[in-house]
Structures are given as C-alpha cells and as structure tokens.
C-alpha cells in the first residue's frame, strides 16, 4: 500500500478554482464580444486579437525571465481576462502598435511590478486603458461609426453621445448601435454576462447594483432640477463604460474590497465620481477614472469596514 | 426554514450509508484505551498489568472536575499500561487490554425495555449529573467535552432550553441519523433528563432537511411531549457547531470570547450523548461504546456499526469489506474537520464518529494559487471573519495583527478552505495564529 | 507682473507658513534621547534579529547604556557580534567587558531519511508547527525534526538549510551568529545553542528523543536510547547525564576524550570537528564508532534493549 497522507481539517474542497472563476468571466463577456464583432467587423477583431496575444505574451515574458519565475502562471487565464478587457476598453481603429503599448503597461507596471496575480493595486486592464487615454487622447476618442465590417484603420469617426454627439434612441443604446469602445456598446449583452456571472456565483450583486442604483439617482437628481444641461438617467445609464465598468472592471476581485460593507461604498464612491467626472470633468467618460481612483481606497475601506462578526448583532441589540 | 445568519457552505453530502441499519461490531482481540478521550485533564490508569477486568470495569478515574472516567469496554487482562499512539496522532498514555470472552459487570443493565422518566420519579437533578459524570460521558458529536461540566452552568448563568444537535451537517456520516430512526424514544428520554437535570421546561431537536424520515419519526414521537418540539433546518455546513445552531434554532448568537454557549441560556447536546445519557441513567451503563460511521466512496460496504470503545481502526474497516487498494487518506470524523490518521492500528475512543476511507485522488490537495482577493472564504464564514487576512497575517507571524482580527472566533469548521479558488491552506495558518495567540493570551491573563 | 508677484508672495507664505509649523512641531514632539544610544547603535550589527533578548539593536542599545549607568554590562551580549562588539560598546561606555565564549546553533536530530523512514505523508501548508498539530509527523519520532524548515525561515543570516538529501536543517558555523532564533523557532526545541568548543571541536549527542529506549529504538536508527553507557564512560568528568532516556553531554565539562562516542551502541553521540581516529581509518568519522561493531547491539539491529543498568 502506498504511505497513507496526512494533513489537516478540511478534507474536502468545493472544486472552484482561479481558472474557473478567470475564465467564466471570460465567457460572460462573450457576448459582448459578439456584439462587437456585429457592430465593428474586422476592427473589432484585430484590436481583440492583438490585445489578448500582447497581454498573455507579457505575462509570460515578464514572469519567465524577469521575475525568473518557473511555473506557468499564463493559464490561469487571468491574462486572458486582462486582454479582453483592454481591448473592450478600446476603439475599434486603433493602431496596433498603441494596442501593444496598452497592453505591456496593463500587465508590466499595472500587474507584474506589485508581484502579478492577486498583488496589484489597480485593475490592471484599466491602468492600461487610462494610460492610453492620457497618452495619446485623439486616438482613444475617436470612435467609429458601427456598421463598417471590412474597416480597420481607415475606419469614419464620429463624436459619442457623452462627447456632445447627438443622443441614439434608448434602444440603440441598450442594444450598441453608437459608436464607443469595443465593449461599451451593447449594454444588454454586458447585462446578460452579468447575469451570468451573478448564476455562476462568480460576483456578488453588491459592486455592480450600487454603482449603477448610484449613478441612476445622481444623474436622476440633476435632471430633475436641470433637465436641459444634464442627461436622463437612462441615458447615463447606458452610455459610456458604466454598464462594463460596473459589472466587469470595478467587480474585479483582487482590486475590489472583501465585505460586502465595504464593496456598497465603493459602488458607490465610484458611481458618485463617475456623475461628477462625467458632468464636471475635464473627459467625457469618468468610469475608468472613479474605478482606479477607488481601487486606490480599497485597502483603506478593507481596513475600516470589517464584516460583522458573529455574535455582534445580539451585543448591539443588548445596548 | 430556518438556518443561522452568517456564511455557511454546501458541501457534497455523499451521505453513503444512510440506508445501513447500525449492526453490531465483532468484539476486538485487543483493546486500546486512551487516557485522553476527551477535553481536559487526561483520566489516571487505577489498574495495573496482570488485572482482570469486566465490561464496565473502572480503568481510569477522572483527573479533574474538567475530566471524565474511563471504563472497560471488554473483559480480560490488562497487558499494558503505557504509551500508545491514539487518534490524535500522539504516543499518550493507554490501557491496553487483552480480550478474553465478554463478562459484564451486574450492575449494568443489558434488557432492551424502555425506560420513561415518569418510570423513575425519585431521579432528581443531581442525581442524573452525578450519574453523567460517573459514566464518563462526553459530548459525542466529535468535541468531547465532558458532558457534566455543561450541565453545571457558572454560577449567575441560568439554563433556559436544551437543544439537541442532530443536525449532522458533516459529509458522509450517519451514525446520529440511524440512531434517530432505531433510538427514537430513548433519545427523547434522554433528553429530558438533560432538561431535567438542569430544570429547564423546553427542549428542542435540530435536524436537516436532508433527513426527512428523521424529522418525521422525531416529530411523530415527540408528540407526547408537549415540551419537546422538532426544529427542521435548511442544510448547511456548520449547522452542527454550537454556536451555529443555537443561532439556528433559537435565533440568539453567542457573544464573542470568553463568553460561551451558556450566555444565550441555550444548552446544546448531541444525540449520541443523549442516547448515551439514557443508558448511563436508565441502565446504569457507563459510555463503553457508540455508533460509528465507516465509510467512504470505494469501500465495498459503507455501514454503520455500534463498535466498543477501544477497538482499532483496521478491525472496523475488515469489517465493512476490508481496506481498498487506492486507500490515500484515513480519517477519523468527517471529511470537514475530522483528523487524518497516522496509522490504521489506532483505537476508535468516545469521539469516533465516523471513519472515513479517501481515495488517493480524493485525497491530494491541488497546487496552491495566490490569494485572488475574491472575499469567498469572508462570504463563507460563519463567524463573520476575514479568513484571508487571519492567514496572511498568521504565515507572517504577526501575532497582534491576528488577535486584533478577532482569530481567537474561529471555530475551525472549514468553510474557508473549502471555499477557497486558490487552494490555500488558509485553515492551516489560522489554526497555527489561533492557537498562538490564545497561547498569549492565556499567559498575558496568568500575570 | 502683478500676477507673477501674487504667486510668489502666496506661494512664499504658504511656504513659511509650513516651516513655522514644521519648527514648532518638531520642537514640541522632539524626543529626548542619551546620545550614547545612538553611538552604541552605530556599533552594533543592525541585524535586528533579537538574539540578544531584546526587541532590536536599539533596543539592545538602550539597555547596555541604561546598565552601563547602573555600573555593570554582566548578562548583556550581543550574540552576533560576540566579542568585539561588545569590547567597542564597553568602549563607548566606559566599561570593561568580561569574555564569553562563542556558541553556535547545533541541530540535536539526526534522523535523515535512511535513519527515520517516513512513515505518512504530510499535505498542507510548509511549516512544524502546522505539521506538529497532526501529531507526531511524517516519521513514528515524537521528538525528531519535521523538516519544514521553521528554522530557516527564522534565520536573518543565511546560516541554516534544509539538506535535501536528509531533509534535516544544517547550520553553517561561519556564518551562525548563535542568536538562537532558530532554536526558538523550532517547536520540538530540537535546536540548542552551544559552546562551541575548542577549535571548533565538540561532543554532542544528535537525539532529542525522550520517549523509551524500545520505541525510540523502533523508529530511527540513530535515535538515542537512554541506555546509559555514555554516562559511565564519563564517570570522571561527570559530563554527561541521561534524563528522560536522553543522554546530554554538558560541553563545559566535557574533555573531548571521545570515549563516550565510541561505547554509544546506536552512533548517536557524534565528534565535531575533529580529526578522523587512527586505528581504523576507513570508518567514517560522523557514522558509528568503530568500536560500535564489537558490541552486541549493532545499529541495524532493530531487537536493541536499552539497559536497565542505569
């Protein structure tokens, strides 16, 4: 018989494990991923493709012969995850060249410097999209027009609605017809993903329902007492990365806080600044901003807001 | 239906066993008794090598008000009394004894008539305690904690429910959920020489849902009792710790450390205790044996057996079919918080409650990941703790950081590791932070 | 150029503004402390590692100077920098220093894997002291090293490893600084701090097993029995005493006469450091004596009876 094993309570484990929780996220966003393609064509495709290889190809790099780490961490598809969510952060006319900028940021200073999986401090798909954003404006704000399925580069451009362009109807907006960023677009497909995630158990309804129930009343509020300056709620709702950012971006766990006290004030914290960023701000488009400006808080909301222990709530009702 | 508040998981129930009714064990050719089957001062050996003893014969006499006796489970000749490895994976002090046929002391009663508390009106409180005490029950869901010191609660705290757990929330046993269906009645008076014992009028019995001919016979017989009433639950994993299911039933939640169980004015005991109460009480039969769940997913028979303390493992397996070929990890308890064991000649003692055979793949854990910061293992406490910090900050040693994070309130229950995408051996490092800083404090509080 | 102006001046005053506040704060919260702290700390290694029983070098630092006030550096050293550190702190404080003489971690098991095979295998987190909660361990040894190496965890200076042929912790001399980290790591307290001995040259016994000679004997080939013999070779010197079935052999007494390692019927008592013995040359030195092969219990005997001479 071979030598029995011996270790310690619990015998057993639920089975989830990183890549089932990496790559589930993965398959919510399909999708919206399908939904780029429809509205974006070979663009939408190109700058996917180059962000996931340039991703993954860094991490790989990175770990392997910087870090001089032996075991393969690419597989955990947490670069994977990365990739996507930099290219759904993109505009379907990027040049390549900036989409490997994008990318080696995202993973070289945004993951691999604080020590890779599970250290970073920001989500590091949105350090990537942010260092983007700041670094070349024109080419990340240039959105093209949905429907050219054989145009990359030389695709037409026009403004978003959030950038003073003409507001789409509701239904193109919850369905993508308007120009944004890959993943932006189609909030219904981001919402059904959503879904999924929540079914697979792999988010809690926390992050996603706060910064959304947020923005819904801020935006709500000051349409009420302006409606000719400021935007509908639905609107708001449904434009821009909020729909992405709150369901994809702010949920992700190693950049989120751990109770659920503390993920409702994140929610929303980054909803509140999203609408002031939005409204008051230089951009157009705060969500990324509210997010890695939350991101930075998290230690200190995981710092202050413990869950409540056992026993606590009959000590409060004693008082 | 009703379930505590905090956390909780679902593991996979495998409850193999359900349907095997309890039979008797073979009597062992030798037996092993620890000194240390329970929490508390370790019981002293008054025999002797050479002694004759009988079943039910005194072997070790409690070593403290914190302690319980220990009784012969066979009749023979005592042939050692020294070290001996024991469930806890320690050489500590054992009687062994050498079996020869089975003569029982007369004064136990062995008729299988039943017993009502209304048969035996002159019972009052102390004496059913001093019975308990003498009998060396402990609590049998797996803590061992002598029973009579629960039933003596400090002085100011006042009793007001006795709550039996028959939740079995842990994986694969079945010991308590046969003894339900085959023991019914005596539980039941069982559990009203607690109530009586400590002058409570209400009782109640905590089951899972995953039992419903358990519910319905319980409820069934409790019917003629109107003090007693059977508190169905929804399932999940701890429903049987303590705390736990005092929050379950009755819906107070035990303060933190040092305050105990006995704060919420809730006495919790297990029904296996109970069943082992009516015996020491109704049969004067002190605790010399208990159900036992032997089981596991590649064991020819996965039954339940009513086994002598003492017994070795190894007999009890050959007994449901022998030790499979791909055996990779032994356990005594449940897969959730039972203990790997180091060898299988170990001695079954009053907290065997099941003994689970792994196989190999079953039993290796897989390669640990980084800490994902996902928050599943803070969703899944059920004390309300940050598994991951209390970890972290226990492999770095950081002892205050740790008591500060309120480590001393884990219950140990696993929910985390279970839980945990990563595969961390979170527990690992919480038990090793919790064990250290109670250390400290225990000697803090000693200046 | 108004606007230029405006910003210096505003800028100005905020600027003297801060610096008045930081002037006053650092008055008002300045902490007073002996300057010789400071020079005793310059001297001192900055290891931190708290060999020296107190929280850090300052720490140590703060205390030599508060002795030195009361008139005596007896019962302070600094085990890493050992003897001239603590000349240049007596220096400083204007002390004499007596001698000490210099120790160095020795690891009292022996029990590699050919010793003391594994008997389960271990699963879970890389530390004894989870291990030890499993009990015993991977081996039937109570007493014996797990092998996770708390040790070399515990170590600031590099000086201890895990050997992974005999998965046992082995203590580099050169660079052990005797700061007992190690030894206070260890749960089983396997690790003792110990002269060092003449030339580096010390009698030691590799077992720290305390259960009796039959069981010890059962598990590890190289486990000490408590026999006794040892303590008879040493009547004269009065070396070495058998407690609880361990001998222990006290290095102040003990006249590295190697008698003791030659009469012990299980290798267990080892001679460090010294030159291979004569008659035999093929033997090796650390293995068993060669006068082990003219006693009845050989090693590899597994029927060994402890004498109940003793």
């Not at chain 1, 494990?17 to 974006?40: D, E, H, Q, T």
């Not at chain 2, 299911?245 to 006995?262: F, K, S, W």
Request: net charge positive.
């Amino acid at each position: 018989m071979n030598k029995l094993i011996v270790s310690l309570s619990p015998h057993v484990h639920g089975k989830d494990s990183v890549r089932k929780n990496m790559y589930g996220v993965c398959i919510a966003l399909l999708p919206a991923m399908l939904a780029s393609f429809w509205f974006f064509g070979l663009g939408a495709a190109v700058v996917m493709l180059t962000s996931v290889v340039a991703c993954v190809f860094f991490e790989w790099f990175i770990s392997r012969f910087i870090m001089g780490r032996q075991r393969l961490t690419i597989l955990d598809g947490s670069a994977v995850l990365t990739g996507i969510l930099l290219a759904f952060n993109l505009p379907s006319n990027l040049p390549i060249w900036i989409i490997v900028l994008g990318a080696l940021f995202a993973i070289g200073v945004g993951k691999m410097t604080f020590g890779g999986l599970g250290q970073n401090i920001f989500n590091p798909a949105l350090a990537g999209r942010v260092f983007l954003l700041i670094s070349f404006p024109v080419q990340m704000t240039s959105w093209p027009v949905p429907g050219q399925l054989t145009a990359y580069t030389d695709a037409v451009t026009a403004a978003t609605p959030l950038g003073g362009g003409e507001i789409p109807a509701a239904t193109d907006l919850l369905f993508g017809q308007m120009g944004g960023s890959l993943g932006e677009v189609s909030a219904l497909a981001l919402l059904i993903g959503c879904a999924f995630m929540l079914w697979r158990k792999i988010i809690t309804w926390h992050i996603p329902v706060s910064i959304l129930g947020t923005v819904a009343v801020a935006s709500g509020l000051l349409w009420l007492a302006n409606p000719e300056q400021y935007m509908d709620p639905l609107t708001s709702l449904l434009t821009g990365g909020l729909v992405l950012g709150a369901c994809y971006m702010a949920t992700d766990y190693v950049t989120s806080p751990m109770s659920h006290k503390g993920q409702l004030i994140y929610g929303v914290s980054i909803g509140l600044l999203t609408v002031i960023i939005r409204n008051w701000g230089a951009y157009p488009e705060g969500m990324s901003f509210a997010i890695i400006i939350m991101n930075a808080f998290t230690p200190l909301i995981n710092n202050y807001c413990k869950p409540t222990r056992f026993g606590e709530v009959r000590k409060e009702a004693a008082k | 239906m009703k379930t505590f508040k905090i956390g909780g998981v679902h593991p996979e129930e495998n409850k193999l066993s359900a349907g095997s009714p309890i039979r008797e064990a073979q009597l062992p050719k030798q037996a092993v008794f620890s000194m240390f089957q329970h929490i508390g001062a370790p019981a002293n050996p008054v025999v002797k090598k050479g002694d004759e003893v009988k079943v039910g014969t005194l072997l070790g006499e409690a070593g403290g008000f914190v302690s319980a006796p220990v009784y012969s489970s066979v009749s023979g000749k005592v042939s050692k009394v020294d070290v001996a490895l024991d469930a806890s994976g320690l050489r500590r002090m054992a009687v062994t004894v050498d079996v020869e046929g089975d003569e029982w002391e007369e004064s136990i009663d062995r008729s299988e008539t039943l017993v009502k508390l209304a048969d035996r009106p002159e019972l009052d409180g102390k004496t059913i305690v001093d019975k308990i005490k003498s009998a060396g029950i402990v609590g049998m869901g797996g803590a061992t904690f002598p029973t009579h010191v629960k039933l003596c609660p400090p002085p100011g705290k006042v009793a007001e429910c006795v709550i039996v757990n028959a939740v079995e929330c842990e994986p694969y046993l079945t010991a308590d959920h046969r003894l339900m269906l085959e023991h019914p009645e005596e539980i039941l008076v069982g559990l009203q020489l607690v109530m009586k014992a400590v002058g409570v009028t209400k009782g109640y019995i905590g089951i899972e849902n995953n039992k419903p001919d358990a519910i319905k016979l319980m409820t069934e017989k409790a019917a003629q009792y109107p003090k007693i009433e059977v508190v169905p639950l929804k399932v999940k994993y701890p429903q049987g710790g303590e705390k736990q299911l005092i929050d379950a039933v009755i819906g107070r939640q035990v303060p933190a450390p040092p305050a105990l169980p006995i704060d919420t004015g809730a006495i919790v005991q297990n029904v296996g205790t109970c069943f082992a109460i009516y015996e020491a009480v109704m049969k004067n039969k002190p605790l010399i044996d208990r159900i036992i769940t032997v089981t596991g997913k590649s064991l020819m028979q996965p039954s339940n057996l009513k086994a002598r303390l003492g017994t070795p493992f190894s007999q009890l397996i050959d007994e449901c079919g022998g030790l499979p070929e791909d055996t990779g990890k032994v356990i005594g308890g449940g897969p959730m918080m039972g203990k790997a064991l180091l060898g299988l000649e170990v001695p079954m003692t009053k907290g065997s409650s099941g003994l689970l055979i792994m196989r190999q793949d079953e039993a290796k854990r897989a390669e640990t990941e980084p800490c994902i910061r996902c928050a599943k293992c803070v969703s899944a406490c059920p004390m309300g703790l940050e598994p991951y910090l209390l970890a972290k900050v226990s492999e770095l040693r950081d002892w205050d950081a740790a008591e500060h994070e309120d480590i001393p309130s884990c219950i140990e229950c696993g929910s985390c590791q279970f839980t945990c995408p990563s595969h961390r051996p979170l527990l690992d490092y919480i038990r090793l932070g919790k064990s250290t800083v109670m250390g400290i404090i225990r000697a803090r509080s000693a200046k | 150029m108004n606007l230029i102006l405006l910003a210096i001046i505003a800028l100005g005053s905020i600027g003297l503004i801060a610096a008045l506040l930081l002037y006053f704060a650092s008055r008002k919260f300045a902490v007073h402390e002996d300057e010789r702290i400071g020079q005793v700390g310059a001297v001192l290694p900055q290891a931190n590692c708290g060999g020296c029983g107190f929280p850090g070098c300052s720490g140590f630092a703060g205390a030599c100077v508060k002795a030195a006030d009361k008139g005596s550096l007896e019962g302070l050293l600094c085990p890493v920098g050992g003897q001239p550190v603590m000349e240049q702190v007596a220096g400083i404080l204007g002390m004499a220093v007596e001698a000490s003489a210099p120790k160095v971690a020795v690891v009292r098991c022996n029990g590699s894997c050919e010793n003391r095979p594994r008997l389960v295998k271990f699963d879970g987190a890389q530390s004894c002291k989870v291990q030890q909660m499993i009990g015993m361990g991977e081996t039937g040894c109570s007493y014996g090293c797990y092998g996770c190496g708390d040790c070399v965890a515990s170590c600031k200076f590099d000086a201890i490893h895990i050997n992974p042929e005999t998965l046992l912790p082995e203590v580099d001399e050169d660079k052990c600084t005797a700061c007992g980290a190690c030894a206070k790591a260890c749960p089983r307290q396997i690790i003792e701090v110990r002269l060092k001995g003449p030339k580096n040259r010390r009698m030691v016994v590799l077992c720290n097993n305390k259960d009796k000679g039959a069981i010890a004997n059962k598990w590890c080939k190289a486990s000490c029995i408590g026999c006794g013999k040892c303590q008879k070779v040493c009547e004269k010197f009065e070396a070495i005493t058998v407690t609880k079935n361990l001998a222990y052999i006290d290095a102040e007494k003990c006249k590295l006469c190697r008698k003791c390692e030659e009469v012990c019927p299980k290798g267990a008592i080892h001679a460090i450091n010294m030159p291979p013995r004569k008659p035999k040359t093929e033997a090796p030195v650390a293995q068993n004596a060669p006068s082990v092969q003219s006693t009845p219990n050989t090693p590899s005997n597994q029927n060994v009876e402890p004498s109940k001479a003793e």
